[in-house]
């Protein structure tokens, strides 16, 4: 029996379909994807069911095309900004003097036992870091001595009344979600490399809607956050001051926009489509950029202005990865390095072997990511950085939140 991966990208202005094969050698083969665009989604929110339903038929339909299989379950990439993200802290006494895998469960179940109001529900419980006694920074403390046995875990919730109209989009198109994803934890199984969360490194998804963070360190998921800022509002500003339409606009974004006005040389021009059958203008292309330039400027402080709050900010000895489709504006690289004065490298979804050259971009990291944590869930994948004995925990922690919130 064909051990068959879906998944999932349902994003603000496209969604990414990709069907995949696991090997009996744990390798996760491409067989086919489905794109289609998008515009049932404000801010990574489904605001219109039908057109949401419509957009992920059609992608779907594509991947089953391309691919020669039907998809029944998929994992489905959650964002928006409803997305919270909270550390907790717990400690229990070991049993028998020696830690087992039950200890382990009884402190994630301390640490998780927060005030979650009831229009939430849990979509992650990431383990951070055990202590036995007075040791800390142990990942893996099963077998070890002691008495006390402490763990600390970061939590990713989100609007119940999202998933829910979610799940609903996907069976209205006739697939099943199995798994439910945190957009940034995806991409960073693709685009990261395992030294990279050990020392350190941001994650800056730039979406349609929103733009996503997540930092690791030491291996384990620090700090999330959800801005509610994407490429979509560069779109607007484009079309406001280039007065054009937004699909006119959204195409000079796409072909000509620069994020910051330094890599612009003097004697380039773009042509602006006119509104209401009026002539086309020339105009510089500085002048767009002047008009990109401070909306990325706002996007690049309040992640900063995050990553300052939450205290993890010293952390990032690698830096930082831009993904999305906003990262590809030329010039995000020199403006991102100028704010947040840290390397800063674009992110590819690299750990994904077979991706054909069109779906090597940022935008598509997601949808990749998707599948290596699917395959890492049941047991078959080899995603860089990932605790197996973790990558477990969560994946059973998950499952028994779901069933009881």
């Known amino acids: 029996m064909r051990n068959l991966l879906a998944g999932l990208d349902v994003g603000t202005s496209k969604v990414c379909a990709l069907v995949a094969e696991a090997g009996a050698d744990g390798e996760i083969a491409l067989l086919g994807f489905g794109i289609a665009p998008c515009n049932g989604l404000r801010k990574g929110i489904v605001v ?107 939590i990713v919730t989100a609007a119940q009344s999202y998933g829910q109209n979610l799940v609903k989009c996907c069976e209205r198109a006739g697939i099943t979600p199995s798994e439910m994803v945190f957009e940034p934890l995806a991409s960073a199984d693709a685009a990261l490399f395992p030294e990279e969360r050990e020392l350190g490194i941001a994650l800056i998804d730039i979406g349609g809607g929103t733009t996503d963070i997540i930092v690791f360190h030491q291996g384990a998921v620090m ?55 009026r002539e086309p203008r020339v105009i510089p292309r500085r002048i767009l950029a002047e008009i990109i330039e401070p909306r990325m400027e706002e996007i690049f402080s309040l992640a900063q202005r995050e990553l300052l709050r939450s205290g993890v900010a010293d952390n990032l000895a690698s830096g930082m990865v831009l993904v999305g489709g906003s990262s590809l504006l030329e010039g995000t690289q020199e403006l991102a390095e100028r ?67």
């Open 48 to 154: 219109n069911i039908e057109a949401t339903v419509d957009a992920i038929k059609a992608a779907v339909q594509e991947a089953e095309r391309s691919s020669g299989v039907r998809i029944g379950t998929v994992a489905v990439g959650v964002a928006g900004a409803h997305i919270r993200g909270l550390n907790s802290h717990g400690i229990v006494a070991v049993r028998g003097g020696e830690v087992g895998p039950r200890d382990i469960d009884r402190v994630i179940d301390a640490a998780r036992a927060v005030a979650i109001p009831l229009d939430r529900q849990v979509l992650h419980i990431l383990p951070q870091q055990f202590a036995v006694d007075d040791q800390e920074g142990v990942r893996d403390p099963v077998g070890m001595a002691g008495v006390r046995l402490e763990a600390r875990i970061h």
């Open 223 to 277: 700090h999330t956050a959800v801005l509610p800022l994407g490429g979509n509002h560069i779109t607007n500003d484009v079309a406001a001051g280039m007065r054009t339409p937004a699909a006119d606009a959204e195409r000079l974004k796409i072909d000509y926009g620069v994020a910051t006005s330094v890599v612009v040389r003097r004697d380039d021009n773009v042509q602006v489509p006119g509104v209401g059958g």
């Open 339 to 405: 704010i947040f004065t840290l390397p800063v490298r674009r992110g590819l979804p690299i750990n994904l072997k077979g991706m054909p050259e069109e779906l090597m971009k940022p935008m598509y990291t997601t949808a990749a990511g998707l599948l290596l944590y699917l395959g890492q869930s049941r047991g078959v994948g080899n995603v860089p950085g990932r605790f197996g004995r973790w990558g477990r925990l969560r994946t059973r922690l998950t499952d028994w939140v779901r069933d009881f919130f």
